[in-house]
């Protein structure tokens, strides 16, 4: 009989982790096209994200000198937003910032959900599309303008 046969071997395991990640959003601050009755039935959907600053934004991969553009966020006038700031954060973004750094000054920044055809074939698909400043610019990050985020739902 001869010695058994033997071989090195490397087992690698890889996992994937992944989370759900739920965030409230102050009812004046979100929006949906009229006609729909619930967000699985509309086309259209945004958040108006005014808390980001020119260094957030940069640090996520916007375009920096397109966030440098940008107008200056002038504050929030609405009653429900003055009623939620306990401690008087509006009176920093209408002063100008409050800040000597640029980096720091607030930025208006909506994020817009829209299904449709935008590269030309169908089925019609879910984007993000991010504008910024009272200019509304669709912003880039990394290139782009608009990120695909799925398939819709079957028509």
């Not at 086309?43 to 940069?58: D, G, R, S, W």
């Not at 409050?98 to 720091?104: F, I, L, N, Q």
């Not at 817009?112 to 991010?130: F, K, N, T, W």
Request: aromatic fraction near 4%.
């Amino acid at each position: 009989m001869g010695s058994p046969v033997t071989h090195d071997v490397t087992i690698v395991t890889t996992r994937k982790l992944a989370q759900a990640w739920v965030m409230d959003v102050p009812p004046e601050e979100f929006g949906i096209e009229r006609s729909a009755r619930s967000i699985g039935d509309c086309n259209c959907c945004f958040h108006e994200v005014v808390t980001k600053t020119e260094a957030q934004l940069i640090a996520e991969g916007f375009d920096a000198s397109q966030i440098r553009a940008l107008l200056p966020h002038p504050g929030t006038t609405e009653i429900e937003a003055l009623a939620r700031d306990t401690v008087e954060e509006h009176l920093s973004a209408i002063a100008g910032g409050g800040s000597a750094s640029s980096a720091a000054r607030l930025v208006r920044i909506t994020e817009h959900y829209v299904r449709m055809d935008y590269e030309g074939s169908a089925p019609h698909c879910l984007y993000q599309v991010i504008i910024g400043g009272d200019q509304a610019e669709i912003l880039g990050r990394h290139d782009k303008d608009c990120m695909r985020l799925g398939a819709s739902r079957p028509d």
